[in-house]
């Protein structure tokens, strides 16, 4: 099951990482001060995925 874990750091701000079924890190935020900015970022990449598009920038 993919799952967003949310967190403290060491530094005491709210992060989060998106983790694969296999229990791998895909991917992890930058820091927020609070943890409702932590929340409303992953609330907001659900809503805007499946939108997204692919911007290879290694093509010449």
């Known amino acids: 099951m993919y799952k967003f874990e949310v967190y403290k750091d060491k530094a ?13 890190t895909m991917f992890a935020s930058e820091g927020y001060k609070a943890k409702a900015s932590a929340l409303h970022a992953i609330e907001s990449i659900k809503s805007h995925v499946g939108g997204a598009t692919i911007d290879d920038q290694t093509s010449a």
Do not use: L
Request: glycine residues 16%; without cysteine.
């Open 12 to 24: 005491g701000e709210f992060r989060f990482r998106f983790k694969a079924s296999n229990g791998e």
